[in-house]
């Protein structure tokens, strides 16, 4: 158990369709990142947060937006949902988001777009 | 942006051989490069990591190694053994910002 929690485990929904997801860090991680996992794309980084401001981004897509809130969980929202974006989507936290902290992954939450 | 490339896709070796797992980047800016494993219906675990200011790391029977000239970097595992078999990423990041991963390698141990 790394610690870091996600929620909901399994997500389906329709195309055109907005959900959210949750992630609570480690106790004490401040930075927290999102991921894609898709079969044919591997692991790929969406966007990073550190103590509630955006600090990196990636291949996130318009449709798609975090927040990083006070108490330190992020949200990821996923909106006008196709079937492309079925995938598992992971968050990681690490202390400060510097290149010798270790990410903590969570178990990931399967979106499936239908 | 940084594009991360990883050899191979699969890898099936006999319990006791070594496995080795190739990746190359292409910013010469990433300082960082952790290795991950991930089992099945997990997520990613970091194993090993390293910095551009480091040849070389061993922890046990894992060890990375980095060529900063040749922008590559590679993943060896000694005395294979079946609960190594996994799916090992690698990725290169600068200063922890921004993540890119390779596409996967497969382990398979044969007992």
């Known amino acids: 158990d790394s610690g870091v929690t996600q929620t909901p485990k399994h997500l389906i929904t329709a195309t055109g369709q907005r959900v959210t997801l949750r992630c609570s860090p480690r106790?004490?991680?401040?930075?927290v990142y999102w991921y894609q996992q898709s079969l044919d794309q591997g692991l790929q980084f969406l966007i990073q947060y550190y103590n509630g401001e955006e600090r990196a981004k990636g291949n996130i897509l318009e449709r798609f937006s975090a927040q990083q809130f006070p108490d330190l969980h992020s949200e990821l929202n996923l909106s006008s949902l196709e079937l492309g974006d079925s995938a598992l989507y992971f968050c990681a936290s690490s202390v400060s988001g510097r290149e010798h902290n270790e990410q903590f992954f969570g178990p990931g939450t399967r979106l499936t777009v239908l | 942006g940084e594009n991360v490339e990883q050899h191979p896709s699969t890898l099936s070796v006999q319990e006791g051989d070594s496995a080795v797992i190739k990746c190359t980047y292409s910013?010469?800016?990433?300082?960082?490069f952790p290795w991950y494993k991930q089992e099945l219906g997990k997520g990613p675990q970091l194993i090993i990591d390293?910095?551009?200011?480091?040849g070389e790391k061993k922890d046990q029977r894992i060890a990375v190694t980095l060529n900063k000239t040749a922008k590559h970097f590679s993943l060896h595992i000694t005395e294979t053994q079946p609960e190594d078999s996994a799916v090992y990423f690698c990725?290169?990041?600068?200063?922890?910002?921004?993540?890119?991963f390779g596409t996967g390698t497969s382990l398979t141990v044969i007992p």
């Open positions: 990725a290169a990041s600068i200063s922890g910002n921004q993540f890119y």
């Open positions: 910013d010469s800016a990433s300082n960082y």
């Open positions: 390293i910095r551009s200011n480091v």
């Open positions: 106790s004490g991680d401040l930075s």
